[in-house]
C-alpha cells in the first residue's frame, strides 16, 4: 500500500503514436464531441490536440502527475489505426515523431 502512489505512476501503457482513435472515440474531460466529424472538434487532420498546451498549463497548475498526456496509450488494443501505422513503421514508414496525444 506505501508504494501504491509510485506504482500509480508508472507508465504502464504503450507509447503513444499519435493515431488519434481514442480523440474519435470519445473525448477526455478537455474535449468536446463534432457530431458532424464524428470526433472531438479539438483533434487536429494531422492527429494531435489543439489544445496540448492550455492543458498542460492547467494540469501544471493543478499540480497533477501524470496528466492527461504523456501516460501512453490508452487504446492499444484492437485499435485498428494503432495497428495500421505500428505495420507500416516494421515496413519502413512512419512512426518516427512519437509526439502525441497520449
Ligand atoms: S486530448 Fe484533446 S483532442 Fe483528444 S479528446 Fe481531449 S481535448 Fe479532444
Ligand atoms: S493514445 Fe493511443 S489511441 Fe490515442 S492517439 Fe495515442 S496511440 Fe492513438
Redesign the pocket.
Known sequence: MEHLDEELKEVS???????????KQTVCYYGEWDYQKWQCKFLTDD?LCSKYDEIVRYESQLGLDPGLFGS?????FM?P??VK?MLESQQGGRCEENE???
Open positions: 501503457c504503450p507509447e503513444c503514436i499519435r493515431c488519434g482513435w481514442c480523440c492527429n501512453g496509450c490508452c487504446l492499444n485499435n489505426y494503432r501505422i502525441a496525444n497520449g
